[in-house]
């Protein structure tokens, strides 16, 4: 199954789920607060956000709510952007939704003060360097580029309860794996080291701002409890970058 066609397939959750998620999106509480923390000096200029990699929607909702002025979303799954476009109509929110893959989104170049990604976004990416790319063509001069995402030593870490352990199948410098909780099952994620996403971002000409690492995983799946998310081992990061004047 290639990829589109798993993210199509996952994407229908965001469809049977309807109306948990519209009451999730009317909450507006799906952004962490170590995002939050980051990009509410951003949002207070009221600032026109570009969300590749959108998926169900719900954190362009979230940036609304929190000062943005429009959220644009693009996402190869029709699916995904249909039910998202959907959910901001049902709340009126300025949020609209492309059908693109990327990288190449098919918006019209600087029309972005603000681009984020991220919660299982760069792993869909064989190239970084072109996602760079096409971020800074997006950005305005002075706008931002924000990530909040998964590291990449997660796909290394089994969900064991009792202490952190090493997947043996994979590998931190692999290029890709096919992964086997995806609920479509059978999607390859590109495999990208930290140092790769820092270089794809400063070869794109951003100045990077801010990195760090965190502890705690943006997702958990239900019932489970993985040693790993318990504080000893880096499980999202954060980053932010602005494209110079």
């Known amino acids: 199954m290639d990829n589109r066609a798993a993210w199509e397939t996952a994407s229908r ?8 998620l519209l ?11 170590v995002e939050l923390d980051l990009l509410r000096p951003l949002l207070e200029a009221a600032p026109a956000v570009v969300h590749l990699q959108s998926g169900h929607g719900l954190d362009d909702v979230a940036l609304v709510k929190a000062g943005a002025a429009s959220v644009v979303g693009v996402d190869f799954s029709r699916t ?5 476009s959907r959910r901001a109509a049902d709340l009126g929110v300025p ?3 492309v059908v693109a893959e990327l990288p190449g989104a098919p918006l019209r170049p600087g029309c972005a003060d603000l ?26 001069p002075g706008g931002h580029l924000f990530v909040y995402e ?25 290029r890709s794996h096919v992964n086997d909780t995806f609920p479509a099952n059978g999607a390859v994620e590109w495999q990208a080291t930290l140092s790769d996403v820092i270089t794809a971002v400063l070869a794109a000409n951003l100045d990077l701002l801010h990195l ?6 943006f997702w958990r799946p239900h019932n489970t409890n993985a040693a790993a998310w318990r504080g ?6 954060s980053l932010l970058a602005r494209k110079p004047l």
């Open 13 to 20: 959750k965001h469809v049977r789920e309807y109306a948990e």
């Open 23 to 33: 009451a999730e999106a009317r909450a507006g509480t799906s952004l962490f607060p």
């Open 80 to 84: 995904a952007a249909t039910a998202a």
């Open 95 to 97: 949020c609209r939704y």
């Open 115 to 140: 681009v984020y990604t991220g919660k299982g976004a760069l792993i869909w990416l064989p190239d970084l360097t072109a996602w760079a790319r096409d971020v800074t063509a997006l950005l305005r």
């Open 150 to 174: 998964a590291h990449p030593m997660v796909p290394l870490w089994t969900w064991d309860e009792d202490e952190p352990r090493i997947r043996p199948d994979r590998g931190y410098f692999a």
């Open 212 to 217: 760090a690492e965190h502890p705690d995983p």
């Open 232 to 237: 000893q081992l880096p499980n999202t990061f």
